[in-house]
């Protein structure tokens, strides 16, 4: 088989030059490219299949030509969605002068290529891939694996590693989002890049997760030189991930290795936006670091109003069941406050692929007297959305509950996790009479117009969450209706700005629905 570098042009060529050959399971095909003849090794690969082994260098890289669609064979590409690809063997790949990854977002020659993640689960076995090689310092997205969505990588070494590319660059994935998990992974050697630089994923988010892993890579960010400021704030760096937000997590891992950049360096995590970062830390901290995100920071993530999770601390949802020694409020606590912003993003993100989704998906799950969730499986579910159903079990599984004093306890849980779309209900009637004059007027107006669902929603939520939610949904309400109307006299508030009023009355509203000025949460104390 030809290097890998080399068998993209040739497969290229070959969708315009020859036809697409089908290929059955267990076969090899050859593709013809002018006088060029290429094998790829595809006989591990059958489209039908769930559970696929990969033993040698030439079946992975036959790997990824499949899930970027470039293998020239039908189906044109395989995600891998709810499928398993395990390694049987420890792989050199030092024959690869430039790996591709799997999972490509943008060829070599920077064209807007259609997406191409991988979504299934990839289980190294405790094998090591090594000598894992790429250079494409203008190239985001680039490792092993380029982009996952809704996948799991786990029990993977990646040994002497040397990858240098642009935005979005790690060890094992340069971007992994949308509920992804990466468990037991290691890496060594060196990576680089401009920005989104980590020893084993270049971006986390999405409600994904790095547990029990570890690098001791050698990482550096370069800064974008396309940027005159060189803006401190986007040029991240980590040692295990560059740059991670909307509600995820590292667990457990740990750092021995050096990092280095012009922007945001951390040892665990350059910059961390809506995320958090347990049980982790560097082995050797590094000095320097001009924003180090060992712990979460908050910043300008926007979770949009959407999706709500019914019910308030306390009580449990209706069909919820518990046993043991946790009380109700400590399990609502956690789920609802702690976890709900997470869920609700979740949900926002499917409800836009399949607008009015709803339902009920109810999980099972034990927890031991430390808080750790000891297992987690799914009871029912009436949503119909394999994502959105392994999203909310992932997102338990690593929920801490925090220890009791009750040695040996172990508390069974059922918790029915409702969705259901409040767009209709988030603004206030479009057919009120009048523009309210006042601030008090507003909150008055809101309180009266909002359902009764709407408000405890925003009485579960810390004002930040608040703000950051209702600015792009009710504070877009607000702006286009009462503040933008020529007949407005709210517009002269605060150096008359539509975005600093809609704050100021969003901000007033909640202190007056909940009574509370800070951002803290509300909650019941323990049973």
């Known amino acids: 088989m030809q290097k890998q570098g080399k068998t993209l042009f040739v497969l290229m060529i070959t969708v315009i030059a020859a036809a697409v050959v089908t290929v059955g399971c267990g076969k090899k095909i050859s593709i013809k490219a002018g006088q060029e003849l290429g094998e790829i090794d595809v006989p591990w690969y059958c489209a039908s299949a769930s559970e696929f082994t990969i033993s040698t260098a030439d079946e992975l890289a036959a790997f990824a030509e499949v899930v970027n669609g470039t293998w020239g064979g039908k189906p044109k590409r395989d995600s891998f969605a709810g499928k398993t690809v395990t390694l049987a063997n420890n792989i050199d790949l030092s024959q690869y002068d430039n790996w591709i990854p799997i999972g490509s977002f943008f060829d070599d020659t920077f064209d807007d290529d259609p997406e191409t993640p991988f979504s299934g689960t990839f289980d190294g076995g405790g094998f090591v891939i090594s000598n894992l090689t790429i250079n494409r310092p203008y190239t985001p997205l680039q490792g092993l694996f380029g982009e996952i ?57 999405g409600n994904s997760f790095v547990v029990n892993s570890y690098s001791t890579a050698t990482v550096i960010s370069t ?9 401190r704030f986007f040029n991240s760096a980590g040692g295990l ?53 060992d712990t979460a920071i908050s910043g300008d993530g926007r979770l949009q109003m959407g999706g709500r999770l019914l019910k308030l601390l306390g009580d449990l949802p209706e069909g919820g069941t518990l046993t043991g020694g946790r009380s109700r409020a400590n399990i609502q606590r956690v789920i609802m406050t702690e976890h709900r912003p997470a869920f609700r993003q979740i949900y926002n993100w499917r409800e836009e692929d399949r607008p009015g989704l709803n339902g009920t998906i109810t999980v099972g799950f ?28 992932l997102r338990v599984r690593y929920m801490d509950f925090g220890r009791i004093d009750e040695p040996g306890d172990l508390t069974e849980v059922v918790y029915p996790f409702v969705f259901a779309p409040t767009s209709a209900k988030i603004a206030p009637n479009s057919g009120a009479r009048g523009i309210p004059k006042t601030l008090e007027e507003c909150y008055i107006a809101l309180d009266n117009q909002l359902s009764e669902d709407v408000k405890d929603d925003i009485a579960l939520s810390s004002l930040d969450d608040f703000l950051a939610s209702a600015h792009f949904g009710l504070g877009m309400w607000i702006r286009n209706n009462w503040i933008h109307s020529r007949d407005s006299e709210l517009a002269n508030l605060w150096g008359g700005n539509p975005d600093s009023i809609s704050h100021l009355i969003l901000s007033g509203y909640y202190t007056y629905l909940t009574g509370i000025e800070t951002g803290s949460e509300t909650g019941d104390d323990e049973d």
Do not use: H, Q
């Not at 937000?245 to 961390?272: C, E, H, L, Q």
């Not at 927890?367 to 799914?378: M, N």
């Not at 009871?379 to 159903?389: G, K, R």
């Open 223 to 231: 800064g974008n030189p396309n940027d005159p400021d060189n803006d």
């Open 366 to 393: 034990a927890i031991d007297e430390s808080g750790k969730v000891t297992s987690v499986k799914l009871e029912n579910s009436t949503v119909n959305d394999p994502v959105l159903e392994n999203s909310v079990i």
């Open 149 to 205: 969505e809704n996948a799991t990588i786990k029990n993977l070494g990646l040994e002497n590693v040397n990858i240098r590319g642009r935005n979005g660059v790690g060890a094992v994935t340069g971007w992994m989002t949308l509920s992804s998990s990466m468990i037991n992974c290691y890496s060594t050697g060196t990576v680089s890049g401009s920005d989104e630089v980590g020893g084993l994923a270049g971006y986390v988010g």
């Open 241 to 293: 991930v560059g740059s991670m937000s909307y509600y995820s997590m590292i667990i457990d891992s740990y750092f021995i290795g050096t990092v280095s950049g012009t922007g945001n360096v951390g040892d665990v995590a350059g910059r961390a936006v809506r995320s958090d970062i347990r049980g982790s830390g560097a082995l050797n901290p590094n000095e320097a670091g001009l924003a180090a995100a």
